[in-house]
């Protein structure tokens, strides 16, 4: 029996540090159940009918948790527990349930029992590291990106690159930091968080011809943000072109006329 597809519902967007965004990666789809011919051939036995339970109260909790019933959506979760092949998959969904309810330090426990339960699995090896970053552990959080992209079944090595190369500049460690964003844009040029954090990262060095590059291909590859627009604003007026900077600002009145406007005067380069 195919694991429900629970793993799609944790596609989210985790800040960091206030400024970067770090893409937290859904798991593949696939369970770690992997039973032999055995199992197929003793069908009525005690472990089997515990899997098939579990399995099925996964699709339950995958369910009541897209109708936005979370207790509902709990409760399966935690018996999904009890089967081998589901465990990790119903740690991710509790973990993103009570991120939800915004208890972060809950949700921190889910996804470390994911990534525990699935040690050599990407996906929730980038989840817990992205956790990790996310609440102030960017040092930790570096060697489960590092782990999630050394797995060749992983399906999304260019976002786990992309969380390294950011929450490297969380870290401060700053000689990786291009060096993992590029590695993840070779993979996939549009990836927007790899985008934004060189941006930004070339800003914080002072290399705003580049920054502009990569701030530009930022906004071409998905929708703006107040946050990418005012970094624009501030390219721009740093490389003194004040005519590129006032339609970035124009842009942002318009697209987000209640947020905080970056005027171009106060974004001078130190």
Request: proline residues 5%.
């Amino acid at each position: 029996m195919r694991l429900p597809e629970a793993a799609g519902l944790v596609v989210l967007l985790l800040a960091v540090a206030g400024c970067s965004r770090l893409d937290f990666v859904k798991p593949s789809g696939k369970s770690n159940f992997r039973p032999d011919q055995r199992t197929y051939e003793t069908r009525g036995n005690a472990e089997f009918r515990r899997g098939e339970a579990a399995r099925g109260q996964l699709g339950i909790a995958t369910r009541e948790f897209e109708a936005g019933n979370f207790d509902a959506a709990a409760k399966a979760a935690r018996d999904a527990l009890k089967g081998e092949g589901t465990a990790a998959d119903a740690n991710t969904l509790l973990a993103v349930i009570e991120d939800r309810r915004g208890r972060s330090a809950q949700a921190g426990g889910y996804y470390k029992a994911a990534a525990e339960r699935a040690p050599d699995q990407g996906a929730y090896l980038n989840n817990y590291g992205t956790w990790l970053c996310r609440n102030g552990r960017a040092t930790d959080a570096l060697a489960y990106f590092d782990a999630a992209v050394r797995d060749p079944a992983y399906g999304d090595p260019s976002g786990a690159l992309a969380n390294a190369g950011a929450c490297a500049m969380s870290a401060g460690d700053m000689a990786r930091v291009e060096r993992d964003l590029r590695a993840s844009l070779e993979l996939d040029p549009e990836n927007v968080v790899a985008l934004d954090a060189m941006s930004r990262y070339l800003v914080s060095e002072q290399r705003y011809f580049d920054a502009r590059a990569f701030s530009q291909r930022r906004l071409a590859a998905a929708p703006a943000t107040t946050a990418a627009l005012q970094l624009a604003v501030q390219i721009e007026t740093a490389l003194g072109d004040t005519g590129a900077a006032d339609r970035y600002q124009r842009r942002l009145r318009a697209e987000f006329p209640s947020a905080p406007n970056l005027q171009p005067r106060e974004t001078s380069p130190p």
